[in-house]
């Protein structure tokens, strides 16, 4: 079989010719198959909504919401929290200084009142002292003018009864100028005074009477015994003005 065409492309008769009885038709063999590769097809998209018209409401969709995210603490919180704090402790810190305060106080006027009790105790201690003092000279001294006195009164010669004056003249100088040296207590100076003043008496009143006796004067020893007699009444008067504050 040629290759060569004739009367047309691989014996296909030409237009409008007329093919050939008999004539041999060659036939091409197809050639190899390749493949091609698909048209490229753009991805689907869905068609646009139909227009609505102008007149119609249009509802817009409510635009999708995110979703809650927590929020986190306010900054303002935490300022706020140390102010309250703060104001717990300054208040707790007030009260207890106020306390504090009301304690120091009350206890500065026990102290002043503690003080005050303590000088007032110390004035009335150091009185009684005086007075233990004054009282000590007194029956010190008292006991000897009296003990001198009896023995003037129980004498019956003129030796024991000169004796017995002259140490009476003695006991009761001695017991004035302690006296006059004395603190003498608030209480004991109406009786103090008292006291002086008959010590004052019965002296005088004794002088008298050793001059009589050293004379022989029997007026003088008569006048001067009745003298010394009223002086040492007063002296015991005064003995019992000074003890009745002290009982």
């Not at 009185?127 to 006991?143: E, F, H, I, P």
């Not at 302690?178 to 002088?207: E, K």
Request: charged letters at 15%; proline letters at 10%.
């Amino acid at each position: 079989m040629s290759l060569k065409p004739e009367n047309g492309s691989f014996g296909i008769p030409p237009v409008g010719g007329v093919a050939e009885v008999g004539t041999t038709v060659a036939i091409a063999e197809p050639g190899p198959m390749v493949a091609v590769p698909p048209a490229y097809q753009p991805p689907y998209q869905p068609p646009p909504p139909p227009q609505r018209p102008p007149w119609e409401a249009q509802v817009l969709a409510a635009p999708a919401q995110a979703p809650a995210v927590p929020r986190g603490r306010p900054r303002w919180i935490v300022p706020t929290g140390i102010a309250v704090i703060g104001l717990i402790v300054a208040g707790t810190l007030g009260g207890f200084l106020y306390t504090t305060i009301g304690q120091r106080d009350s206890a500065r006027h026990q102290l002043a009142s503690t003080q005050a009790t303590l000088t007032d105790t110390e004035k009335q201690l150091a009185a009684r002292q005086t007075t233990d003092a004054y009282v000590k000279l007194y029956v010190l001294n008292s006991g000897k003018v009296t003990t001198e006195y009896e023995n003037v009164v129980a004498c019956d010669s003129y030796i024991t009864c000169r004796m017995s004056a002259q140490d009476l003249l003695a006991d009761m100088k001695a017991f004035q100028a302690a006296r006059s040296g004395a603190v003498v207590p608030p209480a004991l100076v109406n009786a103090d005074t008292l006291l002086g003043d008959s010590l004052s008496a019965a002296m005088a009143a004794d002088q008298e009477l050793i001059v009589g006796m050293d004379t022989n004067d029997d007026v003088k020893i008569k006048a001067g015994f009745k003298k010394l007699d009223a002086a040492m009444l007063s002296f015991a008067k005064a003995e019992s003005a000074i003890a009745a504050p002290l009982t």
